[in-house]
């Protein structure tokens, strides 16, 4: 059984910060693609970024130049810094791990204040 856990997610005030992180913990062997997502209220999940094991990125075009993701592989963590928050980016923001299926954490909100 693969478990995500994800921390770090909190209220602030457009224009500041906030890091999120994900722990992925259970019978892994190796993790691929690693990412976030979001959701907002009423709004359809969404893709934030994703890394590869390799350390490829990809970017939501709303997020380039604000989120930067990375990961771990000891630690089976995969980072999200997210600077310069906009009231838009307020949603749930779940962890996606890929091994031999797609695994989901239980998500942690973000609202962003204007």
């Known amino acids: 059984q693969v478990q995500l856990v994800e921390s770090g997610g909190g209220l602030v005030q457009a224009g500041g910060s906030l890091r999120l992180s994900c722990t992925a913990s259970?019978?892994?062997?190796?993790?691929?693609?690693m990412g976030w997502y979001r959701q907002a209220p009423g709004e359809q999940r969404e893709l934030v970024a994703t890394v590869t094991g390799g350390g490829n990125t990809n970017y939501a075009d709303s997020v380039k130049g604000r989120f930067t993701i990375s990961r771990d592989n000891a630690k089976k963590t995969v980072y999200l810094q997210m600077n310069s928050l906009k009231p838009e980016d307020t949603a749930v923001y779940y962890c996606n791990a890929l091994l031999l299926r797609p695994y989901w954490g239980q998500g942690t909100q973000v609202t962003v204040s204007s």
């Open positions: 259970g019978s892994i062997f190796s993790i691929n693609t």
